[in-house]
């Protein structure tokens, strides 16, 4: 019998061809098979010209010869038969546990030294080979898992992140088997992560018809209809999960994520407590359970659940931001204690691989401007940018090129007025620390700001590997990022004074007289002969709450007891 084979690409540069081979009662006529389909592969063009074909064997079943009391000869020897340039990797060979061949085989494409053919046997039912043609693209393999059903199909699945190419490998394996549950729900997990919302919902309808009380479904599609402001239906599928298992601590986590979105602040508690109840190693519900009595100022609870994270789970860099930006609320500041803390966000971080860094030759500059890179997550209507958008106004193109890499999906009218503004915009959100300091080496940045601190999507970590020959923190958070790779903060003496320098890994460069310049609504009209005769002052403050702590106000009432006819105005918004 000729072997099915589908084939399928994931970009220019890689094609997968997947012979599928069902097993038959002989195992002399499964090696034929498997002999017919290495043949085929080595008429490849790819492999045509090549001096050496590297085959590994996996599986049981590529030791059936021996197992089955069979005579002829082992497996290397017979694959060797099929041309002299095969050579067969013995130390796969007996390597029949699956989840040790996919580590064995992923560590060979860390190494960059990935075979030409892989014969993927399970000693069950299937047997498959695979053709790699991803030599030289190692960087582009993400996952390599098998279907954890050893009693149904036998397979590599290949998965590249958010790949159109792999929705009809799923939709193949589906048609070889169409109650193949995991296919139809590592589908629906792709539809869902390529953002394919209405295609996901119908796909999820197959993934129930196969499994109604399947929780994972269930989940997915509660993070789904999150996505799309559904709160209700959101709410549905996590009360679906409970009806299932009441002990389930990711609904309880889901519905605390739920609640906090809508500032119903109780409820989102119980739930994260609960969670926590019956996952007591859950570090995202005490992270997010932190970062809500952060919002509502109980700093001293907020702390404590940072600190469980931190003992869970201290590769977990997010909690230590969250740690640092609560610590600058806190009336009990601790120096040492916040220089620790970014000493062990750094220590968090993944390791970047040095030989991957600047593998893109810098553009050779042909004018004198100063190129300026700024790197942010909150290029749209955020406070930053209102601060942004007049000083870039100020920035003169004759001597400098400004380029704005972009660390969101953010899409407003401001984000469009901010991207007429700069020279180049870059959206950086997608990728890898290791490809923005490689795109920023390819700009050729001569400096490079960071508008976050350690606020939310911030990029800190591409700054730590000094990306910029002059790296500087400007306008999102007037603490230090504690990073002595960054060469300066940009403040004011009101904002913070040089004799705060002890605070700072940064060195403080200071403008004169404010840091920042408010970009003014052009549409808004202030009658200003109202208030030519009034005698009261109005301060007023629209900042997060959560900021407004004893000191703030025994601060701004000594101020409002020395300035006659002074009043507060206090507006917050709980939506942002």
């Known amino acids: 019998a000729d072997p099915k084979a589908f084939s399928f690409g994931f970009n220019k540069n890689i094609q997968i061809n997947i012979f599928w081979l069902k097993k ?33 064997t996996f599986g049981g079943s590529t030791t059936i010869g021996k197992s089955c009391g069979s005579e002829s000869s082992s497996w290397p020897e017979e694959l060797e038969k099929i041309d002299p340039r095969i050579k067969i990797n013995n130390s796969a060979y007996f390597a029949m546990d699956s989840d040790k061949s996919l580590y064995l085989l992923k560590n060979q494409f860390v190494k960059n030294e990935p075979p030409d053919i892989v014969v993927w ?33 036998s397979f590599f699945l290949l998965k590249l992140d958010k790949t159109e190419g792999a929705i009809s490998y799923f ?16 589908l629906l997990q792709l539809l869902y992560d390529l953002k394919k919302f209405d295609e996901a919902i119908l796909q999820s309808k197959e993934c129930l018809k196969i499994n109604s009380k399947s929780i994972d479904t269930f989940l997915l599609l509660g993070n789904l209809y999150d996505k799309l402001n559904q709160e209700k239906k959101s709410e549905k599928y996590f009360r679906e999960i409970l009806k299932i298992n009441s002990k389930d601590s990711n609904a309880y986590y889901s519905l605390g994520n739920l609640c906090k979105k809508k500032a119903d602040y109780e409820k989102a508690i119980d739930n994260y407590k609960l969670a926590i109840k019956f996952n007591k190693n859950y570090f995202a519900a005490y992270n997010n359970l ?62 970047i691989n040095l030989d991957k860094i600047s593998q893109f030759p810098k553009i050779k500059k042909t004018d004198k401007k ?15 940018s209102y601060y942004l958008l007049n000083t870039i106004n100020h920035i003169s193109v004759e001597k400098f090129e400004l380029i704005a890499y972009s660390n969101s999906n953010r899409m407003d009218e401001i984000t469009l007025e901010l991207k007429k503004r700069f020279n180049v915009w ?31 999507k911030n990029r800190l970590s591409i700054f730590v590997n000094k990306a910029a020959p002059v790296q ?16 300066y903060i940009i403040v004011d003496p009101y904002v913070v004074p040089l004799s705060d320098q002890k605070y700072f890994a940064e060195k403080i460069f200071q403008l004169p007289n404010t840091f920042q310049c408010i970009s003014i609504n052009d549409d808004i009209k202030i009658d200003h002969s109202r208030y030519q005769n009034k005698r009261d002052i109005i301060f007023g403050s629209f900042n997060n709450l959560s900021k407004i702590n004893d000191n703030v106000i025994d601060v701004w009432s000594e101020i409002l007891k020395r300035i006659k006819n002074s009043k507060l105005f206090i507006y917050w918004s709980v939506t942002g």
């Open 24 to 56: 038959l009662d002989i195992a002399i006529e499964d090696r034929g098979l498997i002999k017919l389909a290495v043949k085929k592969n080595l008429l490849n063009k790819k492999n045509n010209n090549k001096n050496k074909i590297v085959i590994w």
């Open 121 to 153: 046997a399970n000693k069950f039912n299937e047997i498959g080979v695979i053709y790699q043609g991803l030599r030289g693209n190692r960087d582009k393999l993400r996952h390599i898992f098998s279907s954890p059903n050893k009693n149904k199909l």
């Open 171 to 186: 939709q193949k394996s589906i048609y070889i088997k169409s109650d193949f549950f995991e296919a139809h729900f590592n």
């Open 290 to 351: 932190g970062t809500l009595y952060q919002e509502i100022g109980k700093f001293d609870l907020a702390v404590l659940n940072f600190k469980s994270v931190i003992k869970i789970n201290p590769k977990f860099s997010e909690v230590y931001q969250n740690y640092l930006f609560c610590l600058n609320f806190s009336k009990y500041f601790d120096l040492n204690l916040y220089f620790e803390l970014v000493q062990k966000f750094k220590q968090s971080l993944p390791k």
């Open 370 to 384: 100063i190129r300026i890179g700024f790197v942010s997550g909150d290029y749209g209507n955020h406070p930053v």
């Open 426 to 456: 870059r959206k950086i959100n997608h990728l890898s620390d290791t490809e923005v300091i490689n795109l920023v080496s390819k700009d050729s940045v001569d400096i490079l700001f960071d508008l976050s601190g350690h606020t939310a």
């Open 472 to 487: 500087v923190t400007w306008l999102g958070y007037n603490a230090s990022t504690g990073l002595k790779e960054i060469d």
